[in-house]
């Protein structure tokens, strides 16, 4: 087992799914006063950063509860004290739970995955993924410590089932891919992984969560990736997954690797600062490239550049100049994971022609409300800014600017990346399926089968 050290602390400064860390240093002009109520300071932040003009009779008129979809955009929103403390903390990784994501899929869309419970992604590092389950099953129900069994038929009995066991009281779900038993406990969430044809690598910490290391192990799983290339996938950008990603290519550069598949399907975005301490990796080895990670464009016409974060010197971990990189992405890989693809276009790690967007079936799309979605990316190229009420613990998340790519001039805001741009296209049915019939497809066209 090769133990990784952290060095970096991650600021917690922003949240949502593409933050912003340099609004934050001008809110001492606005929102560190003394007010009479939140609405009050929640006023005088929007008409200060929110990126577009909004009338300060809405904002009222509409309330803090209100604003998100109403007012302001449905990126932007307001948060309790505890929904603000609860964020961040879970946006730093520090998890609690099994580490299980599910979505009910009825009986009456006639899905050819099928109905009922469908898990569609486990946390890395969490107790469902220590107990093997995958997503793409569906979960039929459980078994509780005493031995006693139950059925689930919607997501109301798994509630009831799982609210019944405390911490560290194992129990078995039970699925239409085998049982697997876990107890709920508290964890620090991995969010990349990475695999070959003969071994998987995954990434897990101490109690304490600072000390991180990678396990490697020989699985078959992904047998089919062609020869020289491993798998990377990337679930989101937060905690400290740029640390994650620099020890996994370390793996991959001792073992020779001649090409790389990055995953980014699903991947919603994160912290801006992961995104610019991941785009050091992938290219610290070139010539040359652009200093920065991307280019902002506030609401009084003012730019801010967010550089390339050199975290590390270490140039084992770096991304070879020249390897063959394929990129796979969906209608839910947006905002960071649109920033990071920028990058990689922009420095010539990656073409187009090297990207693989999903083409979901009518059915999904239908199901998830994303017609308007497909062969494509999510598109979207503005950026959020958490801020807090110092007085109150209170949060309010905004949309503070447009997001450019590195050469200054591209935005993908409302149009994504897709076949437009020569992207690759591949089927899916749904986003997520057990074997990754997905994955798979795009592995037999590299190989020219």
Same mark, same amino acid.
Not at 3 to 29: D, E, H, P
Not at 248 to 260: D, H, P, R, Y
């Given at each position: 087992?090769?133990?990784?050290?952290?060095?970096?602390?991650?600021?917690?400064?922003?949240?949502?799914?593409?933050?912003?860390?340099?609004?934050?240093?001008?809110?001492?002009?606005?929102?560190?006063?003394?007010?009479?109520?939140?609405? =009050?300071?929640?006023?005088?932040?929007?008409?200060?950063?929110?990126?577009?003009?909004?009338?300060?009779?809405?904002?009222?008129?509409?309330?803090?509860?209100?604003?998100?979809?109403?007012?302001?955009?449905?990126?932007?929103?307001?948060?309790?004290?505890?929904?603000?403390?609860?964020?961040?903390?879970?946006?730093?990784?520090?998890?609690?739970?099994?580490?299980?994501?599910?979505?009910?899929?009825?009986?009456?869309?006639?899905?050819?995955?099928?109905?009922?419970?469908?898990?569609? *992604?486990?946390?890395?590092?969490?107790?469902?993924?220590?107990?093997?389950?995958?997503?793409? #099953?569906?979960? #039929?129900?459980?078994?509780?410590?005493?031995?006693?069994?139950?059925?689930?038929?919607?997501?109301?009995?798994?509630?009831?089932?799982?609210?019944?066991?405390? =911490?560290?009281?194992?129990?078995?779900?039970?699925?239409?891919?085998?049982?697997?038993?876990?107890?709920?406990?508290?964890?620090?969430?991995?969010?990349?992984?990475?695999?070959?044809?003969?071994?998987?690598?995954?990434?897990?910490?101490?109690?304490?969560?600072?000390?991180?290391?990678?396990?490697?192990?020989?699985?078959?799983?992904?047998?089919?990736?062609?020869?020289?290339?491993?798998?990377?996938?990337?679930?989101?950008?937060?905690? *400290?997954?740029?640390?994650?990603?620099?020890?996994?290519?370390?793996?991959?550069?001792?073992?020779?690797?001649?090409?790389?598949?990055?995953?980014?399907?699903?991947?919603?975005?994160?912290?801006?600062?992961?995104?610019?301490?991941?785009?050091? +990796?992938?290219?610290?080895?070139?010539?040359?490239?652009?200093?920065?990670?991307?280019?902002?464009?506030?609401?009084?016409?003012?730019?801010?550049?967010?550089?390339?974060?050199?975290?590390?010197?270490?140039?084992?971990?770096?991304?070879?100049?020249?390897?063959?990189?394929?990129?796979?992405?969906?209608?839910?890989?947006?905002?960071?994971?649109?920033?990071?693809?920028?990058?990689?276009?922009?420095?010539?790690?990656?073409?187009?022609?090297?990207?693989?967007?999903?083409?979901?079936?009518?059915?999904?799309?239908?199901?998830?409300?994303?017609?308007?979605?497909?062969?494509? #990316?999510?598109?979207?190229?503005?950026?959020?800014?958490?801020?807090?009420?110092?007085?109150?613990?209170?949060?309010?998340?905004?949309?503070?600017?447009?997001?450019?790519?590195?050469?200054?001039?591209?935005?993908?805001? *409302?149009?994504?990346?897709?076949?437009?741009?020569?992207?690759?296209?591949?089927?899916?049915?749904?986003?997520?399926?057990?074997?990754?019939?997905? +994955?798979?497809?795009?592995?037999?066209?590299?190989?020219?089968?």
């Amino acid at each position: 087992m090769n133990k990784f050290s952290l060095k970096k602390f991650i600021l917690l400064v922003t949240a949502g799914c593409l933050a912003l860390c340099a609004a934050l240093m001008c809110a001492c002009r606005a929102g560190c006063g003394m007010y009479a109520s939140t609405l =009050d300071w929640a006023v005088d932040l929007i008409k200060a950063y929110y990126y577009e003009d909004v009338s300060e009779e809405a904002i009222r008129s509409a309330g803090l509860e209100n604003l998100s979809g109403n007012v302001l955009d449905i990126y932007s929103t307001y948060y309790t004290a505890e929904e603000n403390a609860a964020t961040n903390s879970s946006n730093a990784g520090s998890r609690s739970g099994v580490g299980i994501s599910y979505q009910v899929v009825p009986q009456s869309l006639g899905a050819s995955i099928g109905s009922g419970l469908y898990v569609t *992604d486990i946390n890395g590092g969490s107790p469902a993924e220590a107990s093997g389950m995958r997503p793409g #099953t569906f979960v #039929t129900g459980g078994i509780a410590a005493d031995g006693t069994r139950m059925d689930f038929e919607d997501s109301a009995d798994f509630s009831t089932f799982f609210s019944a066991h405390g =911490d560290g009281e194992q129990f078995t779900l039970l699925t239409d891919s085998g049982e697997y038993t876990m107890a709920k406990s508290a964890y620090k969430m991995s969010y990349c992984r990475m695999a070959t044809a003969e071994s998987e690598w995954n990434i897990s910490y101490d109690a304490s969560g600072r000390e991180m290391s990678v396990r490697a192990f020989d699985s078959d799983n992904y047998f089919f990736l062609p020869e020289g290339c491993a798998y990377i996938s990337l679930a989101q950008f937060y905690g *400290d997954a740029a640390y994650e990603m620099a020890a996994l290519l370390k793996q991959f550069n001792a073992m020779g690797c001649t090409s790389l598949i990055l995953d980014l399907r699903n991947n919603g975005g994160g912290y801006v600062d992961v995104m610019q301490s991941l785009a050091h +990796l992938f290219t610290a080895d070139l010539a040359s490239a652009y200093p920065d990670a991307m280019y902002a464009v506030f609401k009084d016409g003012s730019t801010a550049d967010y550089a390339v974060d050199a975290f590390t010197s270490d140039e084992s971990c770096f991304f070879p100049a020249g390897t063959q990189l394929y990129i796979l992405a969906n209608n839910g890989t947006a905002s960071a994971s649109e920033a990071l693809i920028g990058v990689l276009i922009s420095n010539g790690v990656a073409d187009y022609s090297d990207i693989y967007v999903s083409h979901l079936s009518e059915e999904y799309l239908s199901f998830v409300g994303m017609q308007d979605r497909n062969e494509r #990316t999510y598109g979207k190229g503005i950026m959020q800014s958490t801020f807090t009420y110092y007085l109150t613990g209170e949060g309010l998340k905004l949309t503070v600017a447009k997001i450019y790519w590195p050469d200054k001039t591209t935005c993908i805001h *409302d149009t994504g990346i897709g076949v437009a741009q020569g992207c690759n296209v591949v089927g899916a049915e749904w986003s997520v399926t057990r074997g990754d019939d997905e +994955l798979r497809s795009v592995c037999a066209m590299l190989s020219g089968d």
